[in-house]
C-alpha cells in the first residue's frame, strides 16, 4: 500500500503544483517512506536535513506540516543560524517561521 502525505490538495483533489510531501512520495511503499523518514530524523540538526522529518515545536505545526520540503530547510538553516533550540517557541521563531513560511 502506498503512503500518500499530501495536505496541499484543493478541495477538487489537484494539487497545487508546489513541491509536497504527497508528490515527493507518491507511490512509494509504507516500508520506504519509514526509512526516509528515519534517516531523515537523524539528520535534522544538520546541514544534510532533507525537510521531510518534523523538528519544530507544535505551536508551528498547523503551518509546517503543509509547507514544501524546500520551506522546511529554509526553516530549519535559519533557526540553526540563529543558534534557535530546533524545537523552540519565541518570537525569534515565529519571525522565522512567518517570514519563510507564512502564518
Known sequence: ????????RTA???GNGKETLGSFFNGITYKGHKAIVDLD???????D???IAYFWNDAYKFTMRPATTAKRRA???EFLKAKLPLAGESPEHE???KKLVGL
Open 41 to 47: 530524523e537523524k539528520l535534522v540538526g544538520t546541514p
Open 1 to 8: 500500500m502506498a503512503y500518500h502525505y499530501d495536505r496541499t
Open 49 to 51: 536535513y532533507m525537510g
Open 75 to 77: 526553516v530549519h538553516k
Open 95 to 97: 519571525a522565522i517561521v
Open 12 to 14: 477538487d483533489g489537484i
